[in-house]
């Protein structure tokens, strides 16, 4: 999950919006989605989890997977729709078919009063600084991998450092003189 940290942090954020159309509850009145940092935005690049929402749970088959989905009214929805006006992406299934919509918008964010994780301020949204096209979800997993594998490095990197320290105080120590 992201990590907004420091004042005004979760302020004027550059998002993505992966919303599918059978996110749709049965009632119609609300919408899942999977926001993002939009990874162009300057907080976005050192983030392992760019999702808004990421919430681990098993599977029936033992598999683990992520839920980024939270839920959005409708209105809400439309409100992130209009300040993205024509910046969007269709999403694709393997057979080409449309499945969802990209929606690249700037609002503010703030934590979740259910759940967990971050949700939009709908009421903050406007036009995002970068526009979506059909790489834009590659280059977020990119992004991602990335982040994670540099962090592994550096904890790699951390986990040698002591270990060389240990070996050296060991070759340098002496015996004190005994006073007495």
Known sequence: MAVLKG???????????????????KDGKTQYADIQIDVRDPRGPEQTNLHLKSERHKGEDGKVRYNNGAPYSTNQMEEIAAAAGPNTEPILNKDGNEVGKLYGFKGNVMPATRGSGLVVNTKSVEASEFEVDSSTLDTQFTSMRAAREAQAAAKASQAQAPALDAEQQQAVQVDEPAVG
């Open 7 to 25: 004042k005004g942090a979760m302020t004027g954020v550059n998002l993505i919006a992966k919303v599918y159309k059978n996110g749709v509850t």
